[in-house]
């Protein structure tokens, strides 16, 4: 059984690019939620979907930050333009009706931005 | 708002030592308690979790954790810690008035001496 999926896994890219990181969640979880992790700020909760609409977006850092979930297999997060304090590893999860409060993790998108 | 707080951020232990990591949380009401564990350079998996019932959970790989309601508590512990168990540890805490949002402790890294 396939787990969440993030693509890409490493990214490296210069300040100002546009960075779009992509998540597959399990299929039939309905929920859909994208961390950030850093050394400063530990594992932030960015965003998250509940049925491809965005429930809660209080942690996006700022307009920069932009994420969608256009069908219930699919999400991007968006940087546009990126810095170099964006660098992270960005964590896609989800979670199902059927999981409990469990949340499944991807295996990450390690983002350096130069 | 509910908030979780690791106060040990580097614990460094000997081989077969005993193993206690503390983790708080600020929520009055009733909540979901989780804790996570990430290995060097991989994604976030459970570990074990805490719903409702016996206070005393069991999980993974010989760890356990107490929920005592009392203390806002949820300590995670191992009587005998192996050079493997080297990692982040990850508290998070799900309050049921917000169903969907699980917020992590600034998390706490164990290492191992052989």
Not at chain 1, 53 to 74: C, H, L, T, Y
Request: net charge neutral; proline share 5%; charged share 20%.
């Amino acid at each position: 059984d396939a787990g969440v999926i993030q693509s890409p896994r490493h990214e490296v890219t210069e300040m100002g690019q546009e960075v779009t990181l992509r998540c597959k969640p399990i299929s039939g979880h309905d929920y859909l939620f994208w961390y950030r992790q850093t050394m400063m700020r530990g594992l932030e909760l960015l965003i998250y979907f509940n049925n491809n609409v965005p429930i809660d977006d209080s942690g996006m850092p700022e307009d920069r930050f932009s994420a969608k979930m256009p069908n219930a297999s699919f999400s991007t997060l968006k940087i546009q333009p990126s810095e170099p304090r964006d660098s992270a590893v960005y964590f896609c999860a989800s979670r199902g009706q059927y999981s409990g409060n469990t949340i499944y993790f991807g295996e990450g998108s390690w983002l350096t931005v130069v | 708002a509910q908030s979780v707080s690791q106060h040990n951020h580097h614990v460094i232990l000997s081989e077969a030592a005993s193993l206690e990591l503390g983790c708080n949380y600020s929520y009055g009401g009733t909540v979901n308690l989780f804790w996570y564990v990430q290995y060097p350079g991989q994604h976030l998996q459970l570990l074990l979790k805490y719903f409702s019932g016996d206070p005393l959970v069991k999980g993974i790989k010989g760890f356990e954790a107490e929920f005592i309601k009392s203390k806002f508590s949820f300590n995670l512990r191992k009587p005998s810690v192996q050079w493997s168990d080297t990692a982040e540890y990850f508290c998070a805490v799900n309050a049921y008035s917000s169903a969907s949002k699980i917020i992590f402790g600034s998390g706490t890294r164990l290492s191992i001496r052989p």
